[in-house]
């Protein structure tokens, strides 16, 4: 069991890194969102790049949801730019809170552009109260510990791995 985790674990940290592919027989369809003008929102530019959100169905294990992609931020005046981060991401469907989760986010810098990489790393125990069937909104609550965003991509596709 342990070694299971650890393979799952490996697996799902590619995946944030764009590596991963799957060997299965079935092909794999992945849907992102992906917006590409960046929108300002009190005085702060956020660019989502890409946005997954899957649930693995893979036998053997139960079944787990996850959720992760890049977001972009552009140095604004109000906000500290070193510090702002991804506190919280709202999962959202039917206008009912299904997730409320604190990422792993790592992030970099260059210029005046910040890169933030999230994800839920292993994974959030499958609730039945999310429909893989429906679209579900994704709620990013961005800070620098002075400054609070609540920025919000609707209609996000819930892909399943098999």
Request: hydrophobic fraction near 40%.
């Amino acid at each position: 069991m342990k070694h299971l985790n650890l393979v799952i674990l490996f697996v799902l940290t590619l995946s944030v890194f764009g590596l991963i592919g799957c060997s299965s027989s079935v092909p794999e369809t992945r849907t992102t969102t992906k917006i590409s003008e960046g929108i300002y929102k009190d005085d702060l530019r956020i660019n989502i790049k890409k946005l997954y959100a899957w649930v693995n169905l893979m036998p053997g294990a139960k079944p787990r949801f996850h959720i992760t992609g890049s977001v972009e931020l552009l140095d604004a005046s109000e906000y500290d730019l070193e510090n702002v981060t991804i506190k919280e991401i709202n999962i959202i469907q039917d206008k009912k809170s299904i997730y409320r989760i604190s990422p792993k986010v790592e992030d970099k810098i260059h210029q005046n552009i910040k890169s933030l990489l999230f994800s839920t790393v292993r994974g959030l125990l499958y609730t039945s109260i999310l429909d893989r069937e429906k679209k579900i909104d994704v709620e990013f609550l961005i800070s620098d510990s002075s400054n609070e965003i609540i920025y919000q991509v609707k209609d996000v596709e819930i892909s399943e791995v098999y």
